[in-house]
Structure formats: structure tokens, C-alpha cells
């Protein structure tokens, strides 16, 4: 293999030493603080399950002592595994990296590393999984610790995600803690696209799918890293890469704008003919001239919005560059 090959995040070479039943996927990106109660909650739940298993930490760059908690937690249980990214390249990607590693031969599970997801409904996807539904997505029946705005924003973001993007059935209020079986994970991890809008992308695939409800906590510690901004580019960034929607918005909005000039174009003439008047002078001119440049602009952004897009994928990068992958099982560093 040569050392382009290795780059290319499509040929991670995985040891296949040994093949657990599932693999628990968790980025994470400066949560030294509840790491190791993560941990343990999540090793007593997997203990009582009775199921092979591995868990794949992946460090998305942490400036804390993430990485340094993970080989400590490491040394202590063999069935640990740690991808080590050169930098923090975001959360949809860490997942990606981590769903890279996963060698489990019948399901993965993703889960937050902030204790958010609770790893105690893992058992209730795990048996869900075993009547035969692929994907098995974990809704949060109440958002705790969340004010009115959060819920508001995020409900409205769920109705215009679902009406635009058509066939695909994007459920609300499911983060990414699910279950999802091998089939499903391979054809996921077919999607190679750099934006990566994950709830667009697990509703691509397709395959059975069903919801468990659990009750989603505060974050236990440490900080949220979403704020409004980010939860604003995350939805353009969902829209954008899930439907051309707002290009034919954009369209329209040309014709009714145009419609509109027409109109107010044979008024401005009937005027003139019939009763004489001079045209109207400056307020109205301005207000025309500044509605038109307004309506331009939004279109070439919207536009821009997708051909920023398409230059982000042409360029076929890599999604995430490895600084180190320690798979479970082997002698540790
Ligand atoms: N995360 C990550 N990279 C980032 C941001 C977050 O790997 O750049 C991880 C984080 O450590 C946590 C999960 O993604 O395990 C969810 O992050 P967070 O709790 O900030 O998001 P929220 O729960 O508000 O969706
Ligand atoms: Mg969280």
C-alpha cells in the first residue's frame, strides 16, 4: 500500500484481529470531564448485555486531556479502540471517522460521549435490532435543560427539513444515538460527501427502521459546542445538501417579482397616457431599484450557497486524516 493510498480515507486499513457482534462509536471532542464515568456507565450496561463488543473513542482534536483519558481507559479494557484525528474537524466527521473503524460484524451504535444519550437504552436498541429492524433511532421524548427558543427553532427546523427534502423521512427530534446493523453501516459509509449532514445521510439509506423514545438529560459537564449560529448553518447546511429546494424557490421568486414589475409597469403607463401625469419620481424609482437588487442578491448567495458546495466536493479530499488508530485487543502504546 502506498502512502497515498493510506491517505485516502476510503482504504483505512483496519486489523481484523478480532470481530466483536457490536461496535459503540463515541466522539468526542474536549470532554475529559465526563469521559470516565461515561465509561463505566457504559461498560455496566454492555456487561449485562451479554454480546461481544468494542468501543471506538475517536479524539476529534481535544486540547483537554481527552486523548490522555482514552489510553488510560484503554489500558484498563482491552475492548477499547482509538482513532486519533490530526485536528478537530467536527462532530459529523469524528462520527464518520469512528464509523470507519467500527469492525463489528452485526450492529454499530452511536452515542455522545457528554452522557446526553443515556447508554442504559442500549439494550432496548440492541433487542430491537435482533426482531430485525435495521436502523433503530433513539427519539428524545422530552428536551430537558433546553429553553423554549431551542425547542421552537429546532421544531420549525424539522418541518421545513421534512417538507423540502420530499421522499426522504428524516425524523424529528432523533439526534445520532441509534443502532444501525452492518448492511446499514455499509451502505452509509458509502456516502462519501464532505458536507455531512448526518440525520439527512442515516435517512438516505433507507432499510426498517424504528424509534425508541428515552428521555434526553442535561449535559452532565463540560459545555455544549452548538450555539445559535452554528445550529443556523447546520440547518442551511442541511437544506442545502439534502435538496435544490431554495434554487426553485429562487426561480419563482424571480417570476413574482417579475410579475409584479409588469404590473406596476403598465400602471406607471396607463397613468402617463391616460391622465397625463409626469412619471413618479425618486422614492418609488429607489424602492423598485433597491426590492430588485435585494431579490438578486439573495439568488446569486443561494446560488453561491451550492456552488460553494460543489467546489468543496470536487476537490475529493480525504474527510479526516488519522493521527493514530489504536484498534482494541492490541498491545497498547
Ligand atoms: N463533538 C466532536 N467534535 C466537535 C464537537 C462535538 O466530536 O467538533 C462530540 C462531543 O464530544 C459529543 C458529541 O459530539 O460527544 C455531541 O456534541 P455536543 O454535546 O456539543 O452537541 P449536542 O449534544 O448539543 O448536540
Ligand atoms: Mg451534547
Known sequence: MTPDQRLDDQAVPLPELIIP???????????????????????????????????????????????????????????????????????EIALTAGLDHARASGAVVVIDADLQDPPEVIPELVATWREG??????????????????????????????????RINIPADTGDFRLMSRRALDALLRLREQHRFMKGLFAW???????????????????????????????????????TAPLIAATYLGFVTAVLAIVLMLRVVMNTLINGDPVPGYPSLMAVVLFLGGVQLITLGIMGEYLGRIFNEVKRRPLYVVERYVAGGEAGE
Not at 486523548?67 to 485536528?87: E, G, K, Q, W, Y
Not at 427553532?153 to 421545513?160: E, H, W
Not at 428521555?215 to 447546520?234: F, I, S
Open 21 to 91: 457482534e457490536l461496535s459503540i462509536v463515541v466522539p468526542a471532542y474536549n470532554e475529559a470531564e465526563v469521559l470516565s464515568s461515561f465509561h463505566a456507565r457504559l461498560t455496566a450496561v454492555m456487561a449485562g448485555l451479554g454480546s461481544s463488543y468494542e468501543i471506538v473513542y475517536v479524539n476529534d482534536g481535544s486540547r483537554d486531556a481527552t486523548l490522555s483519558t482514552m489510553f488510560a481507559l484503554r489500558d484498563a479494557d482491552p475492548r477499547v479502540s482509538i482513532v486519533n484525528l490530526s485536528r478537530n474537524f467536527g462532530k
Open 133 to 166: 429492524v435495521d436502523v433503530v433511532y433513539a427519539t428524545r421524548r422530552s428536551r430537558k435543560g433546553e429553553g423554549w427558543l431551542k425547542r421552537a427553532t429546532a421544531s420549525l427546523f424539522y418541518r421545513v427539513i421534512g417538507r423540502a427534502s420530499g
Open 205 to 243: 439509506i433507507g432499510f426498517p427502521s424504528r424509534a425508541v423514545y428515552y428521555d434526553r438529560a442535561p449535559r452532565a459537564a463540560g459545555q455544549t459546542k452548538w450555539n445559535y449560529w452554528r445550529l443556523w448553518n447546520l440547518s442551511i447546511e442541511g437544506i442545502t445538501s439534502f435538496t
